[in-house]
Structure formats: structure tokens, C-alpha cells
């Protein structure tokens, strides 16, 4: 697996990132920290989402080469086993009509008392040779079958190495993109961190305020009601157990390798209905999070002891240092977490 905590001090040379912050002698440059690390996170996050997609497609395109490898694979193995049965059955019948212990089908003809009976047993031995005719063409046909389709297998077969390396290559990526978004966030002073955190909040409530209810940056206390609440039980593809998810949301993920861990907090009950930095509401009977770069839309499997769910980024945050995620009241309810939890999360994608 992957790991994806990476803790540099604060002041440390930033080798991933491509860059190196002195702690700030002043509120001046804490801003400029600031602003110089959500410049660089916007570029980060855009190159994140756009390795998300590139590896969403690479495993399509596996899970299909997967398919067509298995449909080939059993169209050989059908062909081949009627490729057998026809040979033993042309070789039954050479073994008839010429074998030579007196009953042969030369002895058949001679055998005949009558030109009656001679034409009769000339038919009959013609039926079957045409039958050997056919099977032999049968037999021809379906030996190029078995060439044309391990052809295409081996083809096949190559592709899904190729895919196998890209999909690793485009995870390897994610993960590279995560912990250098990690170390820019971890180089940063409190006080630099603390600015982020606020002008991520205030960008925010200009998205809440921007939206066609005026009302939402301000409703502390409404439920929203879009949305159904309840939920069910999915898989996750090469991982045990089951994870609670929205009924909304797919019965079936699969893995993508990309992991990290750390401190979950929880949205306060007051946060309900505030707009987040998706531009939609907290629904704290939802299963969504905030996190601090994944893309909007991403979907993380986060464990707890032995209590999962699958929830959905729609904000940022937090910024404590330690901190990984935030989970509403919900989603923190059913991984048992009351206060700070520490849990481990991993990007799945639905299938």
C-alpha cells in the first residue's frame, strides 16, 4: 500500500514541492505564505483531479481488456474441446471404413448378393463419406478459429500489461500529488495556516451566498431536506468487510491503492445547512467530508476499528495540524469517533 502521511517541520526544505518557507517573522509573511501556498494547492489540485480522471479511465480500459482476456479465454477452450471431439470422431470413422480384419467397407461392397443391395451399401458409404467431408471442413474451420483467436488473446494479454503499468504509474502519480499537497500544507506555519483555513472559509460563504437560496450561508440550524438519508451496505473490491454508504451511492467500489491516515474531526451540529466549498449545503445526515485537496466528487473508504463507511468530499479542511478529515455528525456516529478519531482512508471509485 501506498502511504500517505508525510511530516516535514515547519521551515523544512520543501524537496517534493519545489519549495522552502522560512517560519514568518511577521503577519506579513504569514500572508504571503499564505497566499503563495493556495496559489500553488489551486495548481496542485487541478493536476490531482486531472491524474483522477486519467487513472479512471486506465481502469476501464483494464476492466474491459479483463472481460474481452476472459471471453477469449472461454471461446478457446470451447473450440478446442469441439476441435477434440470431431477429430476423435473422423478417426473413429477412418478406423471403420479402412480397417483391414474382413469387415472394411471394400469387403462391404463385395459382401453385396444383389446390385440392389450393392447400390444400397455404395449409398450408405457415400453418406458417410460426404459426413468425413463435412467434418474435415469443420475440423479446418475450426483450427483457424483456435489461431485467429490466440492471436487475439496474446494481443489482448499484451494490452492489459500495458494497462496494468499505466493504472500503476497513474496511481503512483495520486499519490505522489497527495503527499506533495500534504507537504506544502505541513511547511507552513500556524499562523500561515490559520490564514489558509480562513480564506478557505470565506470562499466558502461567497459560494453559499453566491447560490439561488440567499439564505443558505446563514441557516445554522435548518435540516436540509433534499436527499434521501438512508443508507445501505457496499463492497469494496480486494477489501474485507462492508462499508456503510447513501442509498443514492453505488453497492460496489473498487479500490485504487491511493491511501492515507490520521486525525477525523466532526462538523459542529451548527454547521447544518452552511454552504460548503462545493457550493452545496452540509446535510449532516449525509456521508460526506471535507479534506483539504481531493477533488469535489471524490469518494474515500474511511475505517475506524472495525467500523467503515464511504463518504463523499464537498468541502475543504481542516487544517489542524494532524488532522486529515472532517466527517459530519453522521458519518462520525456510525465509525463510533466522539471528538478526534484516528482512522485510515482510501480513494475508491465506484464500479
Known sequence: MLT?????????????AGVAWAAPTSAADA?????????????MRAKLESGMSAYSRAENDLARTHAEVAKDTKHLAAVKASLLERQRSLDSQAAFLYR????????????????????????????IAGKDAM???????DRQDVAA??????????????????????????????????????????????LLAAEEKAARSHVSASTS??????????RPSSGSSS????????RAGQWWTMSSEPSKYR???????????????????????????????????AHRTLPFGTRIAVTHGSKRIIVVVTDRGPYTKGRIIDLTPRGASLLGIDGVGRVKCEVVEGE
Request: hydrophobic share 40%; charged share 15%.
Open 135 to 141: 467434418l474435415v471442413t469443420s475440423l479446418k474451420r
Open 100 to 127: 483391414t480384419d474382413g469387415t472394411g467397407f471394400v469387403n462391404v461392397l463385395l459382401g453385396a448378393v444383389s446390385f440392389d443391395d450393392f447400390a444400397a451399401r455404395l449409398s450408405v458409404l457415400q453418406t
Open 4 to 16: 500517505y502521511a508525510l511530516t516535514i517541520a515547519v521551515g523544512a526544505s520543501m524537496l517534493t
Open 31 to 43: 500572508q504571503s505564505q499564505a497566499t503563495s501556498a493556495r496559489t500553488k494547492l489551486e495548481s
Open 231 to 238: 443508507l445501505k451496505l457496499a463492497t469494496v473490491a480486494g
Open 213 to 222: 437560496d440567499p439564505a443558505a450561508s446563514v441557516r445554522h440550524s435548518a
Open 149 to 194: 483467436t490466440l492471436r487475439r488473446l496474446k494481443a489482448r494479454e499484451a494490452q492489459q500489461a500495458q494497462l496494468v503499468h499505466k493504472v500503476a504509474a497513474q496511481r503512483d502519480s495520486m499519490q505522489s500529488s497527495i503527499d506533495e499537497q500534504q507537504a506544502v500544507l505541513s511547511s507552513l506555519s500556524s499562523q500561515a495556516a490559520a
Open 255 to 289: 479500490a485504487t491503492g491511493v491511501t492515507f491516515s490520521g486525525g477525523a474531526t466532526i462538523y459542529s451540529v451548527a454547521d447544518n445547512g452552511t454552504g460548503t466549498s462545493s457550493g452545496k449545503p452540509l446535510n449532516d445526515r449525509q456521508l460526506t467530508c
